[in-house]
């Protein structure tokens, strides 16, 4: 987690925004990332960003909950405590389908669900930079990270070129801190001097 | 751009050579089951002819599901499965002259309810009788049948006079609204026939003892995981002929999506069907699965598992394979087979009993396939291949998944 320099740019529409996101790769600046109020088809793609594997996770996931639910009730009904339950063998496979399917369900929602809290950084009490109030409102923002070969008033220009507007320079922690969006605390890191300054 | 299809030569000479066979699969069928046998030989025709005409309504039922629902990805290659629908008539036309054969030719070995001696000393069959008979089940029969046939002619031919109109917004919304509301009349009938009376009639009446409330939604969910694969086949076919510009990758996607789902929606009822009457252990509804399960069919039963529900779950589990069209053909394939086998293992224990290697039925099948391929082509050269004045031809040319 360190803190950086940002420049950030408003935009109204998703239809300027999207040649422009091309536009910011092509010129080879560093994306930060955008926000957007409403997920945007194929923005992941013009961003660059890689294919998720959170549906793989979820197969794993999956896979755990079916073997959990079917070792454990073979266990249950075969070693530890073999009943006769209405003259049904001790190893009915139809009856234990269902609890298989619904454990399977569970494993997989539940472990995506984490996961994917785990790969947004988001968690009750953890909190982030919030560049613009109005990024999930009714605005899209772009953040672009300055590096030390970028000009902070070359890449204003070339965002008001691209159709953005307020754009503005920022100095942010780039990470998560321990805090609460309700209050308005200012990040506890506010004092340090940037990294890429 | 390729809008107007035309037959090549090659699928016309293969979907001849088809239907030869499946005319010269009857033939002998008609010389080798004779008498005690000619059950096998009525058997194999209901099964085909059920099937093959489920599976082609299956594509109405997808214009008039995803019209309802106001889909906008699937009028790319909309023309493709209305093609399809189209082949339910003369199929429609085949099946009825089957089973009025079975019901008034005194076939006992399928129907034994058509026997009026049975009917009278089987308190069962007495008692279902005012549902059960040979008139109920003809008026049902042509009822249903007239009223497919009626709402599919008139959805095509909707959709082919809509390509002469100007284009603009007031026709834009004429189209939708008068598409909606056929689309609406016509899905009260398919759930009313396939939802639930027309498998009843035609094939659980093979076990007129036994009784599911499942059978239907099985046979609804087996026919609609074969009729995607087909619209699917005519799709990627198309496709890779040069025809259907504006469908990609995304298509093909959604379509795998569907085939994907609905096998695991297959299975379910399934498994539904099975663990309630295992579960509770009657014998008056064990007596349907005792041949299935126990009996010779036991592998039969268990492939069907295997074809249907975890192939396609492990096949199109992967993103990259729906979007691969040589993947879709392969599992489309896969999907209308296991569902042919399914329909086989579904008629053939209550009715011809033992397990015999399919050469007759499969014969039929490969008939039915040909008849299909000559139909749909035949149909797919009668109007434009893009229906160029649909309001949501647009969001289909940018459908992105």
Known sequence: ?197 | MKDQFVVPARLKKTSFVLMGVGLLTLLIGLIAFKDENATRFWAGLLQNSSFFLLITLASTFFIAATTLAHGGWQIAFRRVPEAISMAVPALAIILFVVVMALVFGGKEHIYHWVNLHHVHEDPILTWKAPFLNKSFFTIATILTLGLWIFFTIKIRNMSKEEDGWDLKPETGKKILWRNTVVAGGFLVVFTLSVGSTTPWLWLMSIDAHWFSTMYSWYTFASTWVSGLALISLFVVYLKKNGYLTYVTEEHLHDLGKFMFAFSIFWAYLWFSQYMLIWYANMPEETAYFQPRVWGEWRPIFFLNLLINFITPLLFLMKRDTKRNYSAIVFIAIVIIAGHWLDFWQMVYPGTVKQLQFPWYEMGLGLGFVGLIIFLVSNQLTKAALVPKNHPYLKESIIHHT
């Open chain 1, 1 to 197: 987690m360190a803190v950086k320099n940002f420049v950030v740019g408003l935009f109204d529409d998703e239809a300027v925004l999207f040649p422009a996101v091309k536009k910011v790769r092509t010129a080879g600046y560093k994306l930060h990332d955008v926000y957007t109020p409403f997920p945007i088809h194929g923005l992941d793609h013009a961003m660059g960003l890689r294919e998720s594997s959170l549906h793989t996770a979820g197969f794993i996931y999956g896979i755990t909950g079916t073997t959990t639910a079917l070792s454990f009730m073979s266990w249950v009904f075969n070693v530890d405590w073999p009943l006769n339950i209405g003259g049904k063998p001790h190893f009915p496979l139809p009856a234990f389908i269902p609890i298989t399917f619904e454990l399977t369900v569970l494993f997989a929602a539940v472990g995506m669900v984490m996961t994917f809290c785990y790969l947004c950084q988001l968690m009750p009490g953890v909190k982030k930079h919030i560049f613009h109030p109005r990024q999930t409102d009714d605005k899209f923002v772009m953040v672009i990270e300055l590096t030390e070969k970028t000009n902070a008033e070359e890449v204003k220009n070339f965002l008001k070129a691209s159709g953005a507007h307020d754009i503005e320079e920022q100095q942010a922690e780039a990470g998560w801190w321990f805090g609460r969006f309700d209050k308005d605390d200012e990040p506890y890191l506010r004092k340090v001097k940037p990294v890429n300054a």
